[in-house]
């Protein structure tokens, strides 16, 4: 059988090498678990590698430590498990093995794109702030290491680029842990709101349902797209509402998760998005509270909500100390006045709306975002990397996914990814039985020098 494929291979392997095509029709060069070298395999140091024509590079990630090393590491069941060190950096951190890719990259400009998965042992969202490691903290580490270099996902055009057009870059792909390749492309929430301020910054907060209290804030841009830039959780409580002014202080409200009493946080919030929060205060009994800054300069607030035991709306008048961060309430009272319309808000002619519901096949409480010019955009993390499906994964994870994966076993799998246009990774490609029609376009083995590779890769013409 092995004949039959590589002999139909053949006639458009030998151009592959030397005409240029379209990134998902070509064959690369691959490693499984290449921060291994050889300790389990034989692929030598990433530096040896990517000088003998690897063209995909798997490094095994964990968020152990992340908040004391302000990074990731590397190894496979656990930091430092497995990982070769000869020719390789002396320690775990993943910049350090990012930035040795990036130094080669940089030096061979005319080779063809290097994809780098991060298999990821941890769940990252389970990290409540971007300083415990979440996914925007990996955005920015990928950002930071690649720089020019680096192929956002985002960016990644309609029409398929040919190898040539991207040679010189570096392609990152998130692999391993369901749970935070399913929350990188989406968010699901309960309750949202959502504020704008004249500088165009944005802050969303929600509950998750079950009693916890999330934020994203982003920027509002020329297109009429929000980019979101930080998400974290903040508090315990349910319906939250937030205003914000226009020097980035906000005021925020919610409700207990267990009883009727109310409470209120102020915020700074920081150019590159951080929060910086006051402690949580509490400011009366009711439900269903909402807030406006009422004055110019944002120093005046109006919250109104309604009462714990019948439908009675009420009302307090606040004034900012925004230094001291905390409101000085008075007038507390009755009032005929509705809550105000906290999925709503707007500053000029910028306007955003907040709500939840299905995009596709994912969740009904899937976080979405109106604006003056856009409609039904995700509340999430920046795409910068590639979202791998693997066979079995859910049919969200499957939705615009370029780059699929599965055991160099799952021939069927492969091959039907592969008639399908996509980028797909056959890991464990221990042997020339494991050679599919057409091939996988990231044979991923531990032994990338034996002649059998060698030959077969050749033939099906790798792209170098």
Known sequence: MLAVIVTTLLTSGNAHATVDQPLPSAVFRATHNSYSGNLDGSRASITQQLDRGIRFIELDIHDNGYTTAGDYSIG?????DLVDRAGNPASNRLRDWLDVIDDWSASHPAAAPIVVALDLKDDLTDNPSYAEGNPAALNDTLTTAFGPRLLRADAYPASPPTVDALRGRVLPVISGNGTTRTLYKRDVGHNPAIA????????????????ELWYWTGT??????VTWLRHGKYDTGVTPAVTLNDNGDLVEVHQSQSATTLWYRIGRLHAGGEITWSPSRRYDNGVQPTIRFTDPAGTRLREIHRSQSNAQNWH??????????????????????????KTTSASGTSRVRVWTGADGPTPAQTLRIDTDRRTGDRIRHQQVAFVEFQRGNSAELRQDALFYAAPAGESAFITEARQAGRLVRGWGFNSAGNATDPPASYPATDHPYTTWYQDLLTRFGAVQ
């Not at 301020?197 to 009693?211: A, E, K, T």
């Not at 900012?320 to 105000?340: E, K, P």
């Open 76 to 80: 496979h069941g656990s930091p430092g």
């Open 220 to 225: 509002y841009g020329s297109d009429g797209r």
């Open 316 to 341: 307090w008048d606040g004034s900012l100390d925004a230094a001291a961060m905390t409101v000085a309430w008075s007038g507390n009272a009755r009032t005929s006045d509705a809550l105000y319309d």
């Open 196 to 211: 704008i301020n004249g500088r165009g910054q944005v802050v969303q907060v929600h509950d998750s349902g079950g009693g």
